[in-house]
């Protein structure tokens, strides 16, 4: 068939059924659209002069990034790892890194910077280390330690001394201290148990590099520095609180943690004067009962004693091969009224388990938010009661994505959550662990993967106030943020509209 012939054919077949079609209808699709736009989390903000021009600048750069050959080198239907190194070229992404974003939710604290900024730490004198069946772990001592090395215990400043490179040398070092790999994804990475040993390795890797009082001090000054980068004003830290030991071998107590972080806090608060502040989340793995108790003991003890810098508490570990909430039951019943909750939740892809059924014992033990809540699109009735109750999810796109819950974003139950306008706040749970941003990352995988081609500047500005809503911060605290929020927003709008190099190219 000729194009012409086929032209005329077709549009007589579409006029014919467009006469059929009653206005009515037109409106009553209208009305549908705009009521789920309504709806959608960010739907009910509405934006200023300034604000809309800089909207109109961001939808302009999302539907270009979206479109054109650039949607392929950034699949989203593939791993994070294939296009971490093209979200940095992004216009959209250099938008959303100068966005204020209010409070980092869900963070986990060893695990938060990247092996870029820890390599420094590894140029401390008295630095040994003990390499080990593909382990590596770290000690600060005047002497060889006497700690346990299946191998043995080097100074690293000798190391490094006597590598070909020092270059050679750190970036071999660096490979112990992230998960992330630029040349792809091995396939190991697709098998969620072969990638959660990845990740406990660097995690205790990590963990032994940031031990050692000293550097632990220059660590959490060093995370609030990478957090106040990009433009997070408060953080609630998740931590395992351990003594931490100095260059003799003595060891502090746990409580000693909490007030490092206070007092390192308060310094970095001297030096950047509107970063708002940090509170922690207690943290016990899901181990025996007694080590919970523990845990939650010391956790109620902290409160009346710092009742500044404790939110709250929760049980961490992978959650599909970890015990259930119910197996400590009787104990976080009692604490229920003590202690807020913020516990990890559905964090899993299989439905009916006891990890899914996390979900039920969250929300009856009053948690505050939901760690993930990854799961609860499963569940109708769950899912209103946290409606109702106003708990916020905490979600983490990239992690699911690098600790393989989910390969392809677009099926990322947040979509349906911000679709359903669900208090979400987004959040990164260990940046560190695959060198991603503290927020920037999951703000534009989340915004450009995940939610709807509508979702715009609004939805940007709703999830950076959810994060100021479900703070653990008291009225005052929270109306402080939303002061400083508020400056940052305005200078933010004003950059974006004013910005050259975000004109048309
Ligand atoms: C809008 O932006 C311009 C600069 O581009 C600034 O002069 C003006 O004060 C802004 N208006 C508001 C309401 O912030
Ligand atoms: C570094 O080289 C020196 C001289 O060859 C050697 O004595 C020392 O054992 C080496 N140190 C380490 C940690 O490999
Ligand atoms: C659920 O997650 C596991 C572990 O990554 C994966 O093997 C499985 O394919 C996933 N199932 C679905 C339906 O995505
Ligand atoms: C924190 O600061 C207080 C007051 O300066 C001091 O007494 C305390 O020893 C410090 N604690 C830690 C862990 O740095
Ligand atoms: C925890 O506190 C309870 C009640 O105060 C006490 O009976 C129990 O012995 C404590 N357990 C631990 C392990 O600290
Ligand atoms: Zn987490």
Redo the contacts with the bound molecule.
């Keep these: 068939m000729d194009t012409a012939v086929f032209c005329v054919t077709l549009c007589l077949l579409i006029n014919a059924n467009t006469a059929d079609v009653p206005t009515k209808y037109y409106q009553e699709r209208s009305a549908l659209l705009a009521e789920e736009i309504h709806t959608a989390v960010g739907g009910k903000v509405s934006l200023n002069e300034n604000e809309t021009i800089a909207n109109n600048i961001l939808m302009k750069w999302k539907e270009k990034e979206l479109s054109n050959s650039n949607a392929q080198r950034i699949n989203f239907a593939k791993h994070y790892f294939t296009y971490k190194k093209d979200i940095e070229k992004s216009k959209v992404y250099k938008i959303i890194r100068k966005m204020p974003k209010g409070g980092l939710l869900h963070v986990h604290s060893t695990l938060l910077l990247n092996e870029d900024v820890l390599i420094q730490f590894t140029y401390e004198d008295y630095l040994y280390a003990c390499f080990a069946n593909n382990d590596l772990s770290f000690y600060y001592a005047t002497k060889t330690p006497d700690q346990p090395c299946a191998t043995k215990w080097e100074l690293v400043s000798e190391l490094r001394n006597n590598a070909s490179s020092t270059e050679a040398f750190d970036t071999q070092l660096k490979q112990y201290l992230t998960i992330y790999n630029d040349k792809g994804v091995d396939c190991d990475y697709?098998?969620?148990?072969a990638?959660w040993q990845r990740f406990s390795k660097v995690g205790k890797t990590m963990g032994s590099l940031i031990s050692y009082r000293p550097i632990r001090e220059r660590y959490c000054y060093e995370t609030l520095k990478q957090f106040y980068n990009d433009n997070i004003m408060y953080a609630e830290i998740r931590i395992s609180l351990y003594g931490v030991y100095e260059l003799d071998g003595s060891k502090h107590t746990k409580e000693y943690m909490v007030e490092l972080y206070k007092n390192t806090t308060a310094k970095f608060i001297e030096d950047h004067p509107d970063f708002v502040g940090v509170k922690l989340i207690v943290t016990q793995s899901k181990s025996r009962f007694e080590s919970v108790l523990a845990a939650l003991n010391m956790t109620r003890r902290l409160k009346v004693e710092m009742p500044d810098m404790i939110a709250g508490f929760d049980l961490v570990g992978q959650e599909?091969t970890g015990k259930p909430l119910t197996e400590y039951l009787p104990i976080l019943y009692e604490a229920k009224d003590e202690i807020n909750y913020y516990f990890h939740a559905g964090e899993?892809?299989?439905s009916g388990t006891a990890v899914d059924e996390n979900l039920v014992d969250a929300i009856l033990l009053g948690s505050k938010r939901i760690g993930h809540g990854y799961a609860l699109t499963k569940h109708p009735s769950l899912m209103s009661a946290v409606m109702k109750k106003d708990i916020a999810l905490e979600v983490n796109v990239i992690s699911n994505v690098v600790?393989?819950?989910?390969?392809d974003v677009r099926n990322h139950p947040l979509a349906s959550y911000l679709a359903m306008g669900a208090p979400v706040v987004l959040s990164s749970d260990d940046p560190g662990a695959w060198s991603a941003e503290p927020l920037s990352h999951d703000f534009f995988v989340a915004f450009m993967g995940v939610a709807s081609k509508h979702a715009d500047l609004r939805m940007l500005k709703q999830l950076a106030l959810n994060s100021i809503t479900y703070s653990a911060l008291d009225d005052e605290g929270k109306a402080r943020l939303l002061k400083v929020f508020n400056e940052r927003w305005d200078r933010f709008v004003r950059d974006v509209i004013t910005d050259v190099s975000l004109l048309e190219s």
Excluded: E, K
Aim: charged content about 5%; proline content about 0%; overall charge negative.
């Design positions: 697709q098998d969620m148990n990638v599909n899993t892809n299989l600790l393989s819950l989910v390969h």
